[in-house]
């Protein structure tokens, strides 16, 4: 069954760094979305994807984030400097076509520690 | 989107039926109902969706009563692995990559 794939899944990192979390979406599907989660609070949804450009973003999603798709195969999230409060799981998702009831399928999460 | 409502919490006998309520009662009619669960911060897992119709696939069954304002899924016979947070959420499911927002969801326990 095709997956959505996440690199690293674990990184430690100090305040103020920049931090790149990388995401390999299931091939074939068109939208691409972050989402986090802070350890024992619920899944929040940070930003989707189409075309090239972001769709959708919440308010979590400040200056400090941004995503990219460098080539064919993969979705970036980079923070730019940062801070303790983003120590976060950090979730990929896609999905594909939206007349088809889209169906949105997570990877496994990369764990970021900001230290 | 809609606000769903669940129980906070349930326990279920290992190979029993789980029954895993939800009440979606402002609902509109482009809506869907889309259950995930959450095994111990692993990513969230698709487990099915419906409209108005009941579905069933490999993972579970999905009733949606004829008004859409309630929705149970049944995981028919319950194992030790599908103890997870269950989250049942309504969501547009045309036009342009439409997220999904997370409640607490059912803590879901399978007692051996």
């Known amino acids: 069954e095709p997956e959505v794939t996440q690199t690293p899944s674990h990184q430690v990192t100090q305040m103020g760094q920049e931090v790149i979390l990388r995401c390999v979406p299931i091939?074939?599907?068109?939208?691409f979305y972050w989402y986090r989660q802070i350890l024992g609070q619920k899944v929040e949804f940070l930003v989707s994807?189409?075309?090239?450009?972001?769709?959708?973003k919440s308010e979590i999603f400040d200056d400090q984030f941004s995503v990219e798709r460098p080539d064919g195969s993969n979705f970036t999230l980079k923070i730019r400097s940062t801070k303790l409060e983003d120590s976060a799981m950090y979730f990929c998702?896609?999905?594909?076509?939206?007349?088809?009831?889209?169906?949105?399928?997570f990877g496994e999460g990369s764990w970021l520690t900001v230290v | 989107d809609a606000k769903t409502t669940q129980p906070t919490s349930m326990d279920c006998a290992e190979g029993r039926a789980a029954n895993l309520p939800c009440n979606h009662s402002?609902?509109?009619?482009?809506?869907?109902v889309y259950w995930y669960r959450q095994i111990h911060s692993q990513g969230p897992q698709y487990i099915i969706h419906g409209l108005k119709n009941n579905e069933t696939n490999e993972m579970a069954s999905l009733i949606i009563t004829e008004d859409r304002k309630s929705s149970t899924l049944i995981l028919p016979h319950a194992t030790l692995r599908d103890t997870a947070v269950y989250y049942c959420i309504v969501r547009v499911a045309t036009g342009a990559a439409r997220q999904l927002t997370f409640g607490s969801g059912t803590q879901l326990t399978v007692l051996p």
């Open positions: 402002t609902i509109s009619g482009n809506e869907y």
């Open positions: 091939s074939n599907h068109l939208y």
């Open positions: 994807f189409y075309n090239n450009e972001i769709s959708e």
């Open positions: 998702a896609s999905s594909d076509h939206p007349y088809s009831g889209n169906t949105i399928y």
